[in-house]
T-cell receptor, first 115, second 110 residues
Framework: DSGVTQTPKHLITATGQRVTLRCSPR?????VYWYQQSLDQGLQFLIQ???????AKGNILERFSAQQFPDLHSELNLSSLELGDSALYFC??????????????FGPGTRLTVL | QQPVQSPQAVILREGEDAVINCSSS?????VHWYRQKHGEAPVFLMI?????EQKGHEKISASFNEKKQQSSLYLTASQLSYSGTYFC???????????FGKGTKLSVKP
């Protein structure tokens, strides 16, 4: 158990819908990272927040947005869902702001299925 | 730019050794190694920072050659529990995010 929690575990929805994925980092961690993992794309970095501020942005679509709240939990919002958005979405957390030097601890993931 | 991992897959017998390589086309600041078992989250193995430092974790160690922009993960006397997909994550600067390779699937058979 990494200490990172994600809800829900599974989510099934229809194309065009909007969903929200939630992540609570490990106690004491200030950074939250979101990743998308699909069979053909591997583990893709989406976005990082550090202490409430956006820190780094990766291959995140405009239909996707995220935020980190004062209590440090984070939410990833996915809208106008398409079939291709079906994937495992992982959240990871680390102590500091630098994803390149900090250990990132991954949550169990949310499996999103878009029908 | 996404690092390239090789081999894509490897099958071992228990007790055999394996090497997984991770190469980048750009200068690297750090390399992270993770193992992911089917249906589970990636689990951190180790970080290597530029300086050529070799690190170890039980019977798993890694090296980082910053001149060649390469890292290698060494698994010795493999155990069944080593099975999974190994990912390297690389970063070319000190403040950026990780880019992960496509993974190397390792299967250890009894």
């Amino acid at each position: 158990d990494s200490g990172v929690t994600q809800t829900p575990k599974h989510l099934i929805t229809a194309t065009g819908q909007r969903v929200t994925l939630r992540c609570s980092p490990r106690s004491g961690d200030l950074s939250v990272y979101w990743y998308q993992q699909s069979l053909d794309q591997g583990l893709q970095f989406l976005i990082q927040y550090y202490n409430g501020e956006e820190r780094a942005k990766g291959n995140i679509l405009e239909r996707f947005s995220a935020q980190q709240f004062p209590d440090l939990h984070s939410e990833l919002n996915l809208s106008s869902l398409e079939l291709g958005d079906s994937a495992l979405y992982f959240c990871a957390s680390s102590v500091g702001p630098a994803g390149s030097t900090d250990t990132q601890y991954f949550g169990p993931g949310t499996r999103l299925t878009v029908l | 730019q996404q690092p390239v991992q090789s081999p894509q897959a490897v099958i071992l017998r228990e007790g055999e050794d394996a090497v997984i390589n991770c190469s980048s086309s750009k200068a690297l600041y750090s390399v992270h190694w993770y193992r992911q078992k089917h249906g589970e989250a990636p689990v951190f193995l180790m970080i290597l920072l530029k300086g050529g430092e070799q690190k170890g974790h039980e019977k798993i160690s890694a090296s980082f050659n910053e001149k060649k922009q390469q890292s290698s993960l060494y698994l010795t006397a493999s155990q069944l529990s080593y099975s999974g997909t190994y990912f390297c994550g690389t970063e070319g600067g000190s403040q950026g995010n990780l880019i992960f390779g496509k993974g190397t699937k390792l299967s250890v058979k009894p």
